[in-house]
């Protein structure tokens, strides 16, 4: 079965029975499996994860908006992290049997079917943006619901879809494509705080690293040690294995080793089998050689 | 969905018809894939890899053992590969949400029902069994379908099930339980075949090695190259890695490097993930991580 992902973020992260209730219109779409959802009150936000093929995820969506737009007001909503609307996030990410082109359309789809149903202007990011300048989230949510009228006069901020102006209550939603992201941490075995920051930089794109690593150096202080605490945002083009690799050839040159990685939250096979075939220089590996892989493909 | 594998061994691997319709009357079980299949003329045998979950892997069974018994017969097969009986060899192997009881259980229970159902007798093997001197396939096989009769009425090989002379056609049947096997292969970057041949002997369990593992060495000449030819006959308790560790260093000790690896047919994903934890470090890591494992635990 083709499977894509989809984590929507929603602004609400208080009101346990509306949480409940985007759950079910999420779960109550067919061929849908809602895997994860949690809520922060202290951001006032959602994070829902779920799997299916494009219509299911595409149905499941729609109730999701439909939800919340119902029960969701950010002219009253309240919270620490960064917001542009009710649904604030929605991607796309291709886990098997699809590649990134089909969730870009996936992401076109849902984001034209969104802006024409419920009037609500939507913004293409990562792979689904056309337009450099507005593929990071970051850049799009600036400003926020707060400043999202006067930013959507100004040049360069017409929505992909969907009318020029927010809609009252759910301001804009942003929806795209991207690859599966993964949480991984490298604990090293010292308490030099300077040495995990000194490889964090090494490794992360922003100070000249690796493409597809962002990465930070902190202290766990109940345990004496420090970790290099990572996001691997594309682990097809910088994988897991080279990062690691790197990390302990750098801990070396202080003396320093690695004590043990985590890998925090969920991970596609496909990360952990390369890693795999790498270090026992796996030859004409194919991926229906893995059993589970085999059944899967064959399933209608 | 709980997954047991399992690879019935046909006596049967000339006529096409007669191997198509045992294909047919594994692939109509409910809830039944049948992954593969081949037949070796030469052997005058045929091996089917079926998964499915215990009721329906048995119904699969049945179905094949009334197949087989209609359209092979011992008294007039001949072929290269030892054999028994008309179902010569059936093994099932634990793959995901069962354990190694569950597949004994049914071994013993597809036993039973073939037994009494076709009048076949049934030796237990491998997990199976409860007799040392009978868990291995090759002690029980020994004398063959054509020293049968009188092996039955010797000490000791009374059968499991059913009764205590030969089915007249189709022998009897050798069912058990088994860990999923790995056709595993160390290509050496060198044509010295006593460096692999002193390789095997040191890792096989034969000669002292792991317990788990079958090894043999053997020169690929088209390439000018030698291979440590491997059979893992359980990747929990002697995993991959350990095993490609141990042939990387003792072909270090020759001045060997090792050129590359390959994995002949199917794995189960827990061979390869153990070896991506292995080498990546990961402490804490749990199966259900792993995006695709979760979508399958899922699923009713």
């Given at each position: 079965m083709p499977l894509i992902e989809c984590i929507p973020n929603i602004s609400e992260g208080r009101r346990r029975e509306i949480v409940a209730r985007l759950a079910t219109a999420i779960s109550s779409a067919p061929g849908v499996r809602l895997l994860d959802y949690s809520s922060d009150p202290a951001h006032n936000r959602s994070v829902f994860t779920l799997v299916g093929d494009a219509s299911g995820v595409e149905t499941a969506v729609l109730a999701l908006f439909e939800t919340a737009l119902a029960s969701v007001d950010l002219r009253t909503h309240q919270g620490e992290h960064p917001r542009l609307g009710a649904v604030d996030v929605v991607p796309f990410v291709p886990i098997e049997g699809v590649t990134m082109a089909d969730c870009v359309a996936l992401a076109r789809k849902v984001g034209a079917t969104v802006a024409e149903r419920f009037g609500v202007p939507i913004y293409l990011y990562e792979e689904a943006s056309s337009n450099p300048a507005r593929k990071n989230l970051e850049d799009i949510r600036r400003g926020e619901f707060e400043g999202l009228a006067a930013k959507m006069q100004s040049d360069g901020w017409k929505p992909d879809f969907g009318p020029s102006t927010p809609h009252p209550s759910a301001g804009a939603s942003v929806i795209g494509a991207r690859m599966a992201l993964i949480a991984y941490n490298i604990n090293l075995?010292?308490?030099?705080i300077d040495v995990a920051k000194k490889i964090a930089a090494g490794i992360r794109h922003s100070s000249g690293g690796y493409r597809y690593v962002k990465a930070a150096g902190f202290k766990l202080d109940d345990r004496g040690i420090v970790q290099v605490s990572m996001n691997l945002t594309n682990y097809e083009k910088t994988p897991i294995f080279r990062v690691f690799e790197t990390v302990k050839r750098e801990a070396a040159r202080y003396g320093v080793q690695v004590l043990e990685s985590e890998i925090v939250g969920l991970i596609p096979s496909a990360a952990l089998l390369s890693a795999a075939e790498f270090y026992l220089q796996i030859e004409g590996f194919h991926a229906e050689q893995v059993l589970e892989n085999r059944v899967r493909k064959d399933e209608i």
């Open positions: 075995a010292t308490d030099r």
